[in-house]
């Protein structure tokens, strides 16, 4: 069983900067693929970005050039740096990890943005 901690999530006024952490219970060194995703009210959840183990990544066409993900394996952990935040940003953030066909999910952090 593989559980993800969420956080770094909370209110930011419109053009700030959050920083999203989440940490696995188990070694993230053999896990390919870990994301982020958000949901926000009344909408899908949609893919954020990705980082691969070999450190590339691809990113929603709506958060390209704001956000960064980055992974720490000595950590076992995935951040998600959001700059130059806008309203629409606003969603619970989720981590995942795809590992042997399963999703797992984290229990997301909030995130709002707004003045």
């Known amino acids: 069983q593989v559980q993800l901690v969420e956080s770094g999530g909370g209110l930011v006024q419109p053009g700030g900067s959050l920083r999203l952490s989440c940490v696995a219970s188990?070694?993230?060194?053999?896990?390919?693929?870990m994301g982020w995703y958000r949901q926000a009210p009344g909408k899908q959840r949609e893919l954020v970005a990705r980082?691969?183990?070999?450190?590339?990544?691809n990113y929603a066409a709506s958060v390209k050039g704001r956000f960064t993900i980055s992974r720490d394996n000595a950590k076992n952990t995935v951040y998600l740096q959001m700059s130059a935040l806008k309203p629409e940003d606003t969603a619970v953030y989720y981590c995942?990890?795809?590992?042997?066909?399963?999703?797992?999910w984290g229990q997301g952090t909030q995130v709002t943005v707004s003045s």
């Open positions: 188990v070694s993230t060194l053999n896990i390919n693929i």
């Open positions: 995942n990890v795809p590992i042997s066909g399963r999703h797992y």
């Open positions: 980082i691969f183990g070999g450190g590339s990544t």
